[in-house]
């Protein structure tokens, strides 16, 4: 069966409620009651909330799942290039015919009611999982914790929470005590949920929450802890240390990543994979669009010889700072930004780290978004941070213009939206 015909249930259900987003889990509970709740028939379920590295902590615990054999689900949003690769089984996407016929049986069971996307195809999603054995299942929130469609799960095996930082504040509150009050709201009764480094609000807000509903707790810098020492990983947790190698993912926040990605999977009691099986989950893990190299394709071919072009849908003012650290290195090859971004987003915390480093900024818009942030308002933002900036059509463009002014080699980075960084791999493969 081709891809079209998930395309087209896709373009409908898309029509059934006029936000994109409505926070609320009435409309979901009403669907999987008609769908005989397949939310209560899922694999032990590890439950995902927080701001950045959501999704590169679950493609480490897969991986490491993986490696010792385990059989493994996972759900994440957004997806890159085609919507099947948010539903996916031992790391490969859910078979067209499978999530047509899932699709259709959610949009059938919904009668035409209202019901926002993400909460529509999470019910399919969860029909997929449910009907098909696993191990466990890897589930990422969409947005916040407490209203979001992935929490109708009502008892997790274990719960994580990586760092919470300003995101999403029309949705979540303006504090960051708010944002990580609603991020907790995943939290369940005698559920353990790990906890990656928080600022101090956001900590008090967890705990409160974690007290309230007693959910224990296992605290960065409390009762683990993970640091690179020389070439390797070394991971505390409790009285065990683990030495392992460093994760393929690169930055040095992909440190702490995997180390809450090995105590996660450390505290799954008897679905914990083996120590040789962590070690090899690191090393394999793939995450795209997070500070991937593009190296081949037709998008690296417009730069100098000698050039690096990289690819990035970090878009927050946290994701900037991590950004910002990766490429704040001795290399005499000056960085070129080129940026997209949608209208949500805040891109001036987003530049602001960047900005120092960098000696242009191309803006770009976000193709096929209706939200996509006028380039115009990108450069200015960029050139009040004092970074020379300019607008493109398109990224190729962009990638021509850097190298039409550039004497040499050259450092890109292709940055600022999720939806950005899937055109880009579409348009490069």
Not at 239 to 260: F, M, R, S, V, Y
Not at 280 to 306: C, I
Request: aromatic fraction near 4%.
């Amino acid at each position: 069966m081709s891809n079209a015909h998930s395309d087209l249930i896709l373009q409908r259900l898309q029509r059934l409620h006029p936000k994109a987003i409505d926070l609320s889990l009435d409309r979901l509970l009403r669907l999987l009651d008609a769908l005989d709740h397949p939310e209560r028939r899922l694999a032990p379920v590890v439950h995902v909330a927080g701001t950045n590295g959501k999704g590169s902590t679950l493609a480490m615990l897969d991986a490491m799942l993986a490696a010792d054999g385990r059989r493994v689900q996972r759900y994440i949003s957004p997806h890159l290039v085609r919507f099947n690769e948010r539903i996916l089984f031992d790391g490969e996407p859910i078979d067209e015919q499978v999530f047509s016929e899932v699709l259709d049986r959610a949009e059938r069971a919904n009668r035409g009611e209202p019901i926002t996307f993400f909460e529509i195809t999470t019910a399919a999603a969860f029909l997929a999982f449910a009907e098909r054995e696993a191990d466990v299942l890897l589930l990422e929130t969409g947005l916040g914790g407490r209203l979001d469609a992935t929490n109708v799960v009502e008892r997790p095996l274990l719960t994580l929470i990586t760092p919470v930082s300003y995101d999403h504040q029309a949705f979540l509150g303006d504090r960051l005590d708010q944002i990580a009050g609603e991020k907790a709201g995943i939290l369940k009764a005698g559920v353990p949920c790990a906890l990656g480094p928080q600022q101090a609000d956001a900590l008090d807000a967890i705990r409160a929450r974690a007290e309230s509903v007693g959910a224990p707790l296992i605290l960065h810098g409390r009762d683990w802890e993970a640091e690179r020492v020389g070439g390797r990983l070394e991971v505390r947790h409790g009285e065990t240390t683990l030495d392992l190698p460093l994760p393929a993912l690169k930055g040095a926040h992909q440190i702490l990543n995997a180390g809450l990605a090995v105590v996660a999977a450390l505290s799954l009691g008897d679905l914990a994979p083996s120590e040789d099986a962590i070690a090899a989950g690191l090393t394999r893990a793939r995450w795209p669009a997070r500070l991937q190299a593009l190296t081949t394709g037709p998008l690296p071919a417009h730069l100098p010889d000698g050039s690096s072009l990289w690819l990035d849908g970090g878009h927050n003012p946290a994701a900037g700072e991590v950004l910002a650290a990766y490429f704040d290195e001795e290399d005499p090859r000056p960085l070129h930004l080129v940026v997209g971004m949608i209208n949500t987003k805040d891109s001036l915390g987003f530049l602001a780290p960047l900005a120092p480093l960098a000696a242009s900024l191309q803006a770009v818009p976000v193709p096929d978004e209706q939200a996509s942030r006028d380039p115009a308002e990108v450069v200015e933002e960029a050139e009040d941070l004092g970074l020379p900036a300019t607008v493109r059509r398109d990224v190729p463009s962009a990638l021509l213009a850097i190298a039409a002014r550039s004497a040499g080699p050259v450092r890109v980075l292709i940055c600022g939206s999720l939806y950005l960084a899937g055109h880009v791999l579409r348009a490069n493969s």
